[in-house]
Each structure stands twice: as structure tokens, then as C-alpha cells.
């Protein structure tokens, strides 16, 4: 009885995304961001019925979009006064981290990474970018994969050659106004 319950509730916890190109990424991507995450802080939205947890990113790199000193990021969910929401699928970060975001911006106007965590790359103390997308099930395109590059083949290789090889996606796949 035990086993099942906790078999169940990882099942409730675990979030699925549609895999995505690299291509597909950049192309639904407004914002392009390289930065480090300076702080997070939860608030209710302007109705007051959701919660977020924003968090500021200083801008090292925009990759694409107007130039800007930060951005603040924000992701469904936190806790404040009293209430919890949570959502599967919800991005951590980390105050002080080195990481790539591609963004989108809400209706309500919030900056969120696209494709869930296939949109955020973190760089480790090594300078080497690694994926966000641990413990996501990925559905995968009717048909199959789409022709395109896989974001697996991204994930361990230097900063430097990863931000290359943005720059070169970004200008090959521009903006198209869609998730």
C-alpha cells in the first residue's frame, strides 16, 4: 500500500513537456538571455488569484531582444501567506547561477522560459552548459522527431561554443510570435 502511494504521488509530481528542436527552441524564443540569477521573491498576481515566484537575472549576454542591464524571470507557484501552489514542471533557480533562458512573454506579461525546462541551460563552476530537464517525460512529435537538432547534443559542451552556437540558431530562426 505504502509503494503504490509513493509510486502515485511521483507519478502527480512529474511533468511532461513536448520535446523540442533546438530550432523550434530559438524560433519561440522573444528573449534570448545569458545572466546570472541575482534574486528570487515570491508574489500574487495583479488579481490576486495565482502565485509566482519571480526571480532577477543580470544580463551578461542578450542573445536576442533589446538590450537590458536584467530581466525577471517568472515561474507559476511558491508560497505566500499562508498558501502553497505548486504546478509540475516549475523551473528552479538559484541565486547566484550562470545560465541561458530562452523567453516568452505571458498575456499578463511575464517573462517565462519556453518548452519548460528545454528553454533554461545552467553553466557549471566547470564553464560547461548542461540542460534543466531532469525527471521530465517528454511526449514526442506525432510522427516522430521534427528534423531539427536535438538539444541533447547541446547539453556538457563549453560555454563558449554553446553560446556560439546560439547566436547561430538565433539569427537562423527568427522569431515567429509563437509557443
Do not use: C
Not at 538539444?151 to 530562426?173: C, K, M, Q
Request: aromatic share 8%.
Amino acid at each position: 500500500m505504502v509503494r503504490a502511494f509513493l509510486l502515485f504521488g511521483g507519478i502527480l509530481g512529474a511533468a511532461v513537456a513536448p520535446r523540442i528542436t533546438a530550432e523550434e527552441l530559438a524560433a519561440q524564443s522573444e528573449q534570448i538571455v545569458h545572466g546570472r540569477v541575482m534574486r528570487s521573491w515570491v508574489a500574487w498576481d495583479s488579481e490576486h488569484k495565482y502565485i509566482w515566484t519571480h526571480h532577477e537575472v543580470a544580463v551578461t549576454e542578450m542573445v536576442r531582444g533589446p538590450h537590458a542591464a536584467k530581466v525577471t524571470v517568472s515561474e507559476p507557484g511558491g508560497s505566500l501567506d499562508g498558501v502553497n501552489m505548486m504546478t509540475s514542471g516549475t523551473l528552479p533557480f538559484a541565486t547566484g547561477e550562470d545560465t541561458v533562458l530562452f523567453l516568452y512573454k505571458t498575456p499578463i506579461g511575464y517573462w517565462r522560459v519556453v518548452g519548460g525546462p528545454q528553454g533554461k541551460f545552467t553553466v557549471n563552476a566547470k564553464g560547461r552548459v548542461h540542460g534543466n530537464s531532469y525527471g521530465v517525460t517528454f511526449a514526442e512529435p506525432a510522427g516522430g522527431m521534427r528534423p531539427g537538432t536535438a538539444l541533447a547534443t547541446l547539453d556538457g559542451i563549453p560555454e563558449a561554443e554553446f553560446l556560439s552556437r546560439v547566436r547561430r540558431l538565433a539569427a537562423a530562426n527568427p522569431y515567429r510570435g509563437s509557443r
